[in-house]
């Protein structure tokens, strides 16, 4: 799953994991971009005026700083107030308006695609804010205080002065978050409460004084171009804003977690349930997978889809020699040693060779490579036991290595495709560094598009021999159907009256995953409405482009190129995707 800025609406803050971008503040009532322009020679040029003014402002408004290549977290937080929302909501629209303005017959096809770009994803934060999903800043595995922790290396002294500054900011910022999800208990808009059993042992550690708090965790290894005097004074610095501020502001947050909010906190599990949640719910498909699709519609396609691969499953199955039931066989991959490691170092070991044999097979995937790197890590400890296997980022992908009996090695293979490369941390590095980009466009991210490009790597994995045995063939169409029966499961909970225990059998029931894993991603559906269906809906159109290329090109078809244009666009709408890849086959046939 792949990270990124705007995710601060989505109703739950996406931190606790690498690549997540931390939103901070701005003084209050910061003006609005300049949105006129005083370029205004051809549409290109007026639409770059109001993109250029709108990414300044953002990054003032959230607080962000940029290295040249990528943005990162200065020293404070964004101010999270209703008051905010509604300045960003009220200055977001008028940039929509000003970019509507521009007609399309004016911009070249870049122009277009920057136009189609914005307007999607500013379109889903004035939507998120009207729902005022900021009163509802968590999930069932990501939290707004897993976001003051770094999981990115600090690289330099005004790195930790800026992080420095962001520990003290930390009973602010809490405060403003908890104000609003106390806004979201009067009005019946919470997290189910079947989701929150146990995330508040999350924010235990981070009570702790000194050097135990993992605040301060960044400061125990530090770069040697700091001076030793200098690293001994940050580090004093650490303990005492960790000791006044940060964790005095992380007691008082697990008191109102147990006290007020998960006592409180809603008994139904739908999206249907919320206030105006149908409408909610079609709103949330919209952001996720940026298409106009029904859930009755995407229900159906779930379906179709999981006999599909259900076929797939049983003929592996043969393949093994394995002479008993689908049940039994699921039995025997969940409880048999040999597909377990022994320990963490076993398990983050065999995604570190997984992703270095991948790295063999990239000159037959694209014809261009990314500079930027990314590193293994494993998911860390306050966080693992509620947290999902393995999520990817630009500087690192986390493996969960809580519980080795739920994580077994047959999927390791498909995860580390999907999470690694050449999924989610490729394809940030190759947005990233993709030439003649707006800012905006490398750091906005679609879930369509993203997670679709994640799963259709796991498939892409079949058609380069990096499944070696059926049971790790087995293990990446568990991965497949579990992405498809996600269809049928957050449809079924949050549009057709599902129960948590229904949709906890039937993906159980479908696939290899560890209870552990069943139980968690279902907790995830439920509390984040929508996201889930991005996944296989991306990649079937990701397929679907596939296929129509191959049909199109015959034995010219090169997959290389084809890759290479579709990571070269950055995170797309979906829409976006068709028609610019269906336009890259037309040119690649009138070459003859």
């Given at each position: 799953?792949?990270?990124h800025i705007?995710?601060?609406?989505?109703?739950?803050?996406?931190?606790?994991?690498?690549?997540?971008?931390?939103l901070?503040a701005?003084?209050q009532?910061?003006?609005?971009?300049?949105?006129?322009?005083?370029?205004?020679?051809?549409?290109?040029?007026?639409?770059?005026?109001?993109?250029?003014?709108?990414w300044q402002?953002?990054?003032r408004?959230f607080?962000?700083?940029?290295?040249?290549?990528?943005?990162?977290d200065d020293?404070?937080?964004a101010?999270?107030?209703?008051?905010?929302?509604?300045?960003?909501?009220?200055?977001?629209?008028?940039?929509?308006?000003?970019?509507?303005?521009?007609?399309?017959?004016?911009?070249?096809?870049?122009?277009?695609?920057?136009?189609?770009?914005?307007?999607?994803?500013?379109?889903?934060?004035?939507?998120?804010i009207?729902?005022?999903?900021y009163?509802?800043?968590l999930?069932?595995?990501t939290?707004?205080?897993?976001?003051?922790?770094?999981?990115?290396?600090?690289?330099?002294?005004?790195?930790?002065?800026?992080y420095?500054?962001?520990?003290?900011?930390v009973?602010?910022?809490f405060?403003?978050?908890?104000?609003?999800?106390?806004a979201?208990?009067?009005?019946?808009?919470?997290?189910?409460?079947?989701?929150?059993?146990?995330?508040?042992?999350t924010i235990v550690?981070f009570t702790?004084?000194?050097?135990?708090?993992?605040?301060?965790?960044?400061?125990?290894?530090?770069?040697?171009?700091?001076p030793?005097?200098?690293?001994a004074?940050?580090?004093?610095?650490?303990?005492?804003?960790?000791?006044s501020?940060?964790?005095?502001?992380?007691?008082?947050?697990?008191?109102?977690?147990?006290?007020?909010?998960?006592?409180?906190?809603?008994?139904?599990?739908?999206?249907?349930?919320?206030p105006?949640?149908?409408?909610?719910?079609?709103?949330?498909?919209?952001?996720?997978t940026?298409?106009?699709?029904t859930?009755?519609?995407?229900?159906?396609?779930?379906?179709?889809?999981?006999?599909?691969?259900?076929?797939?499953?049983?003929?592996?199955?043969?393949?093994?020699?394995?002479?008993?039931?689908?049940?039994?066989?699921?039995?025997f991959?969940?409880?048999?040693?040999?597909?377990?490691?022994?320990s963490p170092?076993?398990?983050?070991?065999?995604?570190?060779?997984?992703?270095?044999?991948?790295?063999?097979?990239?000159?037959?995937?694209?014809?261009?490579?990314?500079?930027?790197?990314?590193?293994?890590?494993?998911?860390?400890?306050?966080i693992?036991?509620?947290?999902?296997?393995?999520?990817?980022?630009?500087?690192?992908?986390?493996?969960?290595?809580?519980?080795?009996?739920?994580?077994?090695?047959?999927?390791?293979?498909?995860?580390?495709?999907?999470e690694?490369?050449?999924?989610?941390?490729?394809?940030?590095?190759?947005?990233?560094?993709?030439?003649?980009?707006p800012?905006?466009?490398?750091?906005?991210?679609?879930?369509?598009?993203?997670?679709?490009?994640?799963?259709?790597?796991?498939?892409?994995?079949?058609?380069?021999?990096?499944?070696?045995?059926?049971?790790?063939?087995?293990?990446?169409?568990?991965?497949?159907?579990?992405?498809?029966?996600?269809?049928?499961?957050?449809?079924?909970?949050?549009?057709?009256?599902?129960?948590?225990?229904?949709?906890?059998?039937?993906?159980?029931?479908?696939?290899?995953?560890?209870?552990l894993?069943?139980?968690?991603?279902?907790?995830?559906?439920?509390?984040?409405?929508?996201?889930?269906l991005?996944?296989?809906?991306?990649?079937?159109?990701?397929?679907?482009?596939?296929?129509?290329?191959?049909?199109?090109?015959?034995?010219r078809?090169?997959?290389?190129?084809?890759?290479d244009?579709?990571?070269?666009?950055?995170?797309?709408?979906?829409?976006?995707?068709?028609?610019?890849?269906?336009?890259?086959?037309?040119?690649?046939?009138?070459?003859?």
């Amino acid at each position: 799953m792949k990270l990124h800025i705007f995710r601060l609406l989505s109703g739950a803050f996406v931190g606790a994991c690498v690549g997540a971008v931390a939103l901070p503040a701005l003084a209050q009532g910061a003006p609005a971009p300049a949105l006129a322009g005083t370029i205004t020679a051809t549409g290109d040029a007026r639409l770059k005026a109001v993109y250029d003014a709108e990414w300044q402002w953002r990054l003032r408004e959230f607080a962000q700083i940029t290295d040249g290549l990528r943005s990162k977290d200065d020293d404070h937080f964004a101010s999270v107030t209703p008051a905010d929302w509604a300045r960003r909501s009220a200055n977001w629209q008028s940039v929509l308006n000003a970019i509507a303005a521009i007609p399309d017959a004016e911009l070249s096809g870049e122009g277009r695609l920057n136009k189609a770009v914005l307007t999607e994803s500013l379109r889903a934060q004035v939507t998120n804010i009207r729902w005022r999903t900021y009163e509802a800043p968590l999930n069932s595995d990501t939290f707004f205080w897993g976001e003051v922790k770094p999981y990115s290396a600090l690289d330099n002294e005004a790195d930790y002065r800026r992080y420095l500054g962001r520990l003290g900011d930390v009973p602010r910022w809490f405060d403003e978050n908890i104000a609003n999800m106390r806004a979201g208990l009067q009005r019946g808009y919470t997290v189910p409460r079947a989701t929150l059993k146990g995330r508040d042992t999350t924010i235990v550690p981070f009570t702790a004084r000194g050097v135990a708090n993992p605040l301060y965790d960044a400061f125990k290894v530090m770069p040697d171009s700091i001076p030793a005097a200098e690293q001994a004074a940050l580090r004093a610095e650490a303990v005492r804003v960790i000791d006044s501020a940060a964790a005095p502001a992380y007691a008082r947050l697990l008191a109102f977690m147990q006290q007020d909010y998960v006592p409180g906190s809603r008994t139904t599990i739908a999206a249907h349930d919320l206030p105006d949640g149908a409408a909610f719910y079609r709103d949330q498909i919209r952001e996720y997978t940026t298409l106009e699709l029904t859930p009755e519609a995407i229900h159906a396609l779930g379906l179709k889809e999981v006999a599909r691969i259900d076929a797939d499953m049983q003929a592996t199955i043969a393949q093994t020699g394995f002479k008993g039931t689908f049940p039994e066989f699921l039995a025997f991959l969940r409880s048999d040693p040999q597909f377990y490691a022994r320990s963490p170092k076993e398990l983050l070991g065999a995604a570190a060779y997984a992703a270095k044999r991948m790295d063999g097979k990239l000159k037959d995937v694209f014809t261009t490579l990314p500079r930027f790197r990314f590193t293994i890590l494993p998911v860390p400890d306050a966080i693992a036991p509620i947290y999902t296997s393995g999520r990817g980022g630009l500087t690192a992908c986390l493996f969960n290595t809580y519980d080795l009996k739920s994580r077994p090695l047959y999927n390791l293979t498909a995860l580390v495709l999907h999470e690694c490369v050449p999924g989610h941390s490729h394809q940030g590095a190759m947005a990233l560094e993709a030439p003649d980009r707006p800012a905006f466009r490398r750091e906005t991210y679609f879930s369509g598009y993203g997670e679709g490009w994640g799963l259709y790597t796991e498939w892409l994995g079949t058609k380069l021999g990096m499944y070696e045995t059926p049971y790790e063939e087995f293990g990446r169409e568990t991965f497949e159907m579990w992405r498809a029966v996600r269809l049928v499961i957050d449809t079924g909970m949050h549009a057709k009256g599902w129960s948590r225990q229904q949709a906890i059998d039937y993906l159980a029931g479908h696939t290899a995953l560890a209870q552990l894993d069943v139980e968690n991603e279902v907790d995830r559906y439920i509390s984040w409405p929508g996201q889930a269906l991005a996944y296989k809906l991306g990649e079937l159109k990701i397929r679907e482009l596939r296929a129509a290329a191959e049909a199109e090109l015959g034995p010219r078809f090169d997959q290389r190129p084809f890759h290479d244009k579709l990571l070269s666009l950055g995170s797309v709408p979906l829409p976006a995707l068709d028609s610019e890849m269906r336009a890259w086959i037309a040119a690649e046939k009138a070459k003859g």
